[in-house]
């Protein structure tokens, strides 16, 4: 059986808390910004954030092709429901989109390149704040942190700390969410808008 990546660190809340350094709120949407984000908006997990099962069977058409080809994305993710559960018990999320512009609605390399994009501002937020334990970050589609997921080789996860997985896998309807935020869901004929967001906890947060 593949080595499944871990999921986000339960350590002792009081320990969470003595050591955790919070960011301040004001500063996460200029940080999303300043790795590449096209626009961001901070949200309220409980309020803002739509959570439905049944992106999971929208999963298991596999219109993308990840569906068991990913450590990160379904059936290998996790139960939707456990998952849902672990998302919602976060308070605030920093909601991040970027915009790639496409040659026509059939350039497939564009829209592979503006997920390669996405995936890099991605990388970059974490970076920026990976002094913060405990944290979920979710992005777009499959993981893209190896240029091939050893998934379909039944090979362990390269790299389960780096390992991305989706707003779509945890069961989040991303255009009502992008609604609620007052972030544009499409931004006009050929382009890509793709979406990811980090899950603070309160004790992340001055
Ligand atoms: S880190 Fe690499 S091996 Fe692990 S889920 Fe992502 S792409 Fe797959």
New binding site residues.
């Given amino acids: 059986m593949p080595r499944m990546?871990p999921a986000p660190r339960t350590w002792p809340l009081n320990w969470l808390k003595a050591f955790c350094e919070p960011v301040n709120r004001q500063d996460l949407i200029p940080l999303a910004q300043s790795c590449g984000a096209h626009r961001a908006a901070l949200v309220t997990i409980s309020q803002d954030v739509a959570f439905d099962p049944v992106f999971r069977d929208i999963c298991a058409s596999n219109a993308c092709g990840q569906y068991g080809a990913?450590?990160?994305c379904p059936p290998d993710v996790g139960n939707i429901h456990e998952l849902i559960a672990q998302a919602s018990q976060y308070d605030t999320g920093l909601l991040y989109q970027s915009v790639g512009q496409l040659e026509d609605s059939f350039d497939i390399e564009g829209m592979l390149l503006a997920a390669r994009l996405q995936n890099d501002i991605a990388v970059r937020i974490r970076e920026q704040l990976q002094h913060l334990p405990g944290l979920l970050h979710l992005s777009t589609g499959?993981?893209?942190?190896?240029e091939?997921?050893?998934?379909p080789q039944s090979l362990p996860?390269?790299?389960?700390e780096?390992?991305?997985s989706s707003l779509e896998a945890y069961g989040i309807d991303v255009y009502k969410t992008a609604l609620k935020a007052g972030l544009k869901y499409h931004h006009g004929e050929n382009t890509v808008t793709y979406f990811g967001m980090v899950f603070f906890k309160e004790y992340h947060l001055a």
Avoid: E, F, N, V
């Fill in positions: 990546p990913c450590h990160m499959g993981c893209r942190i190896c091939r997921c050893t998934r996860c390269i790299s389960p780096m390992a991305l």
